[in-house]
């Protein structure tokens, strides 16, 4: 099991900054990759930016140029820089973590951080 626990997540205006933050505890070992997943009102949760094990990253078109996906290893935290926030980043963001394995894998969550970017 793995359990994932974000922070960071406020009010801010357009154009200003955020960091949020998804610390990982239990079996750290199985995770495959982390992302981070944003879900604003009325739309479905969509994927915005990983990281897998050997460090490859993606991001969302969406967000490309404006946000960045780092961790920590020793600490054992994923972060999400967001940098130049519109008002249409406004959503909860989820962490999530994926293990995978032959046959099989598990997707496990954060209980989300709330962003708000007024106009």
């Known amino acids: 099991q793995v359990q994932l626990v974000e922070s960071g997540g406020g009010l801010v205006q357009a154009g200003g900054s955020l960091r949020l933050s998804c610390a990982a505890s239990?079996?750290?070992?199985?995770?495959?990759?982390m992302g981070w997943y944003r879900q604003a009102p009325g739309k479905q949760r969509e994927l915005i930016a990983g990281?897998?094990?050997?460090?490859?990253?993606n991001y969302a078109d969406s967000v490309k140029g404006r946000f960045a996906i780092s961790r920590d290893n020793a600490k054992n935290t994923v972060y999400l820089q967001m940098n130049n926030l519109k008002p249409e980043d406004t959503a909860v963001y989820y962490c999530?973590?994926?293990?995978?394995?032959?046959?099989?894998?598990?997707?496990?969550w954060g209980k989300g951080t709330l962003v708000t970017v007024s106009s």
């Open positions: 999530n973590a994926l293990s995978l394995w032959t046959g099989g894998g598990m997707d496990y």
């Open positions: 239990g079996s750290i070992f199985s995770i495959n990759a």
């Open positions: 990281i897998t094990s050997a460090g490859t990253i």
